[in-house]
């Protein structure tokens, strides 16, 4: 059975425009740049597999699923979903997938409650009464909207329009789902709620998802993780190698007996925290078998232990941090 | 040719696209009235103006239209305004554009173009209710008695008229993709409807040579035709002499608008939304 979807060599550029030079009439002094959104990228989505594209802002998450969705035609390279050319067949596809775009582009009416965009949907997709009732019902249950979904949408906070949003996006039961950024400024109880949902329905339905975010948490509901930066892929892989990739040091917190102040124990690393009686060091893997560490952690001197993993928010801070160190490469291709 | 069920499929998605239009529409309840009303109003002052007009320099008629058949007309004007008000497209298309609310139509499974003109039907079916009641109080009160024949010519004007609206709407909301401020275009084809297409001033009131091209320009299908065919200030005949341009405008700006969709496309797909 082929993938649910196949990027093959993807690249995507996009024509800005930039003033050369400040003053009252730099807008009439532009010069035309053309941008890499894209460059290159390849991957795979097997049948029911739940997928989190990760990267920054500017990383090519959105120009991604957009080419993926069939909003834009990539300038080079393949896509597949569900064995349709997005592009070519987009009204044809629009049947098989559903896009949750997160609040950037609400798909609900504002001024009417969302059980009115529900029954748009319905009739869009052509869902019949039946059908439409039951798998109401079921989203109701599962995204816990029952006190929201009649009230006008433009009442409801966040949290409940990106539920509803989601409703709105899943109601023909799609057999390939896209979300970009679904969890951007929700708060913590919905968030859960739409990773529930999400496991629930590859679950009961087998449905694939895409899910495009920068929030790290997110991803914990991945199986997979593609990341991005810059246009290019960097990374594909699940989560305990993302984070063996691109992790720089391991965290060592050292707490010392009464009295003791730890000077004259010869430490390496980067001392992360300190204070009367206690060491928090960033050591790098390497020195886990190292002697100077041997003989810190068995010396009686010492009362207690921890070697941890860091956060893999601060994994990817850090990793991006050193790449923005590294320079600006290869985000602008060319003057035009 | 493709199975029936896929045509009633497509119907229901433009019935259930048409619904939820007109009900959003109607959340604003009076404000949609009132917007309907201060349209006429522009109307409504064009008649204080030719009343002041045939007061102060004494003419019983202008090219054979007195006073009374310019009111009339200027009061089935104002009835017009807001069915062929075309800048609610605009706005829509525009906005969509800017704000890159496009993707959420682009993603449903139904055409974007065709979307657009069922929301802009939806919009006008509530300016028609509007339009229909004063138009009736005007063919009351102004003692009007026009044949069959000319309601039929009228009718078919008031659709050319909304077609040619909305299909005007989308080539200028279309625009948005290249500039970033299209206010100064819709104030200008506002002007020409106003000047050149009737809303101020009746096309016959021109010397001959200028209304007869004023006519072969697209915008007197807007206002002029259709209100003068009602008010009798032209003739069913001459009223019908005018259909075949009225269809071929229509056609040229459903081609033009087309193009502009493909331009919009393919512009969207190289800058991106």
Known sequence: MPNAVEVENVSKRFNTYENKDTGLFSSFRRKKKVVRALDGVSFSIKHGEIVALLGRNGSGKSTMIKTITGILH???GRVRVLGLDPWRDRQKITMDIGVVFGATHPQLYWNLPPVDTFEYV??????SQKDYNERLKFFIGLLDISKVYKKQTRQLSLGERMKCEMVAALLHFPKFVVMDEPTIGVDLPARIGIK????????????????????????????RIVMLERGKKIFDGKQEKLRNTFREYI????????GESGKGFRMKGRVISSEPGRVKLGILPSMLKDEWLRKLITSDKVEDYR????????????????????GNEADVDADE | MRPMSMQTNKLIKYRALFRISFKDLLTWGWEAVLSSLMLMLYAVIAIIVWIAIYSFTGVKSINGVGLTSTIIYFAIISALMPFLSWSNTVDRLSSDIRDGDIASSLIRPMSYYF?????????????????????????HFGGLTPSVYTYAMFAFYFIIGFLMAELLGF?????????????GIMVSINWMITIIGGGMIPLVFFPAFIEKVLLLTPFPFLAFVPAATLSGVI????????AAIGLAWLAALAIIAYVMWIKLKTRINAVGI
Do not use: C, Q, W
């Open chain 2, 115 to 139: 979307k657009i003109f069922f929301e802009g039907v939806s919009g006008s079916v509530f300016n028609l209710a509007v339009s229909i009641a004063v138009i009736a109080l005007v063919i």
């Open chain 1, 251 to 258: 965290i060592l917190e050292v707490k010392f007996a009464d």
């Open chain 2, 235 to 242: 003739s069913v005949g001459e009223s019908f002499g005018l």
């Open chain 1, 196 to 223: 529930r949902a999400v496991r629930e329905l590859r679950k009961r339905y087998g449905m694939t998802f895409l899910i495009t975010t920068h929030v790290v948490d997110d991803i914990s509901m991945a199986d």
């Open chain 2, 171 to 183: 080539i200028i909301g279309s625009l948005a993709i290249y500039l970033t401020d299209i206010y």
């Open chain 1, 307 to 326: 070697i941890s993993e860091p956060g893999l928010s601060s994994i990817l801070a850090r990793f991006y941090s050193s790449r923005d160190r590294k």
């Open chain 1, 122 to 127: 319905r009739d869009v997709y052509g869902v």
């Open chain 1, 74 to 76: 990539p300038d080079a």
